[in-house]
Nanobody, 123 residues
Framework: QVQLVESGGGLVQAGGSLRLSCAAS????????LAWFRQTLGKEREFIAG????????YYTDSWKGRFTISRDNAKNTVYLQMNSLEPEDTAVYYC????????????????WGQGTQVTVSS
């Protein structure tokens, strides 16, 4: 079992930045790839980025590579998503998820999910 708790969402003006955090816990949490997804009303969850716990390997959806950066702090069992140059279109609920396999991009490949954190970008 892996427990995930996101934080760091909120209201920000267009052009601003936010850093989301995802605290992972559980006996086997360190064996999982962690990823960030987002979801807007009426749409499926979209994969943003993933990171391996074993090394610093990361992978992204091209749409956000360059504006969004995933990173981790092993000592704190926490994964971050740094979001820069935010746009109103980035308004969504952002989710952290865990998968036993690296490189997965489909939500069905992720067994564990956090509760989500709302990000709202005003114009």
């Amino acid at each position: 079992q892996v427990q995930l708790v996101e934080s760091g969402g909120g209201l920000v003006q267009a052009g601003g930045s936010l850093r989301l955090s995802c605290a992972a816990s559980g006996r086997t949490a360190s064996r999982y790839t962690l990823a960030w997804f987002r979801q807007t009303l009426g749409k499926e969850r979209e994969f943003i980025a993933g990171i391996s716990w074993i090394d610093i390997s990361t992978y992204y959806t091209d749409s956000w590579k360059g504006r969004f950066t995933i990173s981790r702090d092993n000592a704190k069992n926490t994964v971050y998503l740094q979001m820069n140059s935010l746009e109103p279109e980035d308004t969504a609920v952002y989710y952290c998820a865990a998968s036993p396999d690296y490189g997965r991009r489909r939500q069905d490949d992720y067994a564990y999910w956090g509760q989500g954190t709302q990000v709202t970008v005003s114009s």
